[in-house]
Structure formats: structure tokens, C-alpha cells
Nanobody
Framework: QLQLVESGGGLVQPGGSLSLSCAAS????????IGWFRQAPGKEREGVLC????????RYTDSMRGRVTISRDNAKNSAYLAISSLKPEDTAVYYC????????????????????????WGQGTQVTVSS
């Protein structure tokens, strides 16, 4: 069974930092584009950034640009999202997703594309930014 499991969410004070993990099982994450998304209460799920499967190119949306870093550890079959300077409006459920396409570079602008073709989504991890 192909599975992604996010962890590392929790309650963080404004201005703080957080690192989220995304562990894959049942498949080799290295061959996939990896994306991080978030969904705030009452809002649509939006892309944050992605890292491409072959060339490691990273694409960002404007939602958290400059405050997020993505990385992958092939030995651990995992990916990570580091977030800094957290704001209350960053409160959301954060999801990781893996998608295989013929394209060498990932696209994070269209969330719907990550539900098409060969793809896997995690269940999400809650991040709450509050004092």
C-alpha cells in the first residue's frame, strides 16, 4: 500500500519555527515530485512548494515564499518542510503529496493536478500558530 505520513505539527507561538516530516512507505519517494500543501479552516487547499523528482528544482507559490524550505532524504524515504517566522494566519492542516509525471520539473500552482495520475497524499498534520 502506497502511503505518506506527515508528522511534526503542533502549537507554535507567532514568530516561531517548525519542521514537518513526510515519510513514505510502499514506494520509493525519490522517483516522485514532492509537494507540500496547506488548508486553513474554511479555505481551499493551496500549494506551498514542491521539489522535482530528477533535478531537485524547487517551485514556490507566493503563500509562504521566503519562509519555507523543502528537503528530501532518500535514505529515509522521507521529505521535510521547514517553516520559519510563523504567523497566526499560517494555522492550517499541512499535507505532503507525491506525484509522478513525465515532466522533470514539478508544478505547485495547480493543486488539482496533484490528484491526477500516479499520486499519493498524506493525511495531514495540524499546525496552529497562537500565543
Amino acid at each position: 500500500q502506497l502511503q505518506l505520513v506527515e508528522s511534526g505539527g503542533g502549537l507554535v507561538q507567532p514568530g516561531g519555527s517548525l519542521s514537518l516530516s513526510c515519510a513514505a512507505s510502499g514506494f520509493v519517494l525519490d522517483g516522485y515530485h514532492i509537494g507540500w500543501f496547506r488548508q486553513a479552516p474554511g479555505k481551499e487547499r493551496e500549494g506551498v512548494l514542491c521539489i522535482s523528482r530528477n533535478n531537485g528544482i524547487i517551485r514556490y507559490t507566493d503563500s509562504m515564499r521566503g519562509r519555507v524550505t523543502i528537503s528530501r532524504d532518500n535514505a529515509k524515504n522521507s521529505a521535510y518542510l521547514a517553516i520559519s517566522s510563523l504567523k497566526p494566519e499560517d494555522t492550517a492542516v499541512y499535507y505532503c503529496a507525491a506525484r509522478w509525471t513525465f515532466d522533470n520539473t514539478c508544478d505547485i500552482q495547480n493543486t488539482a493536478n496533484w490528484h491526477q495520475g500516479t499520486h499519493v497524499w498524506g493525511q495531514g498534520t495540524q499546525v496552529t500558530v497562537s500565543s
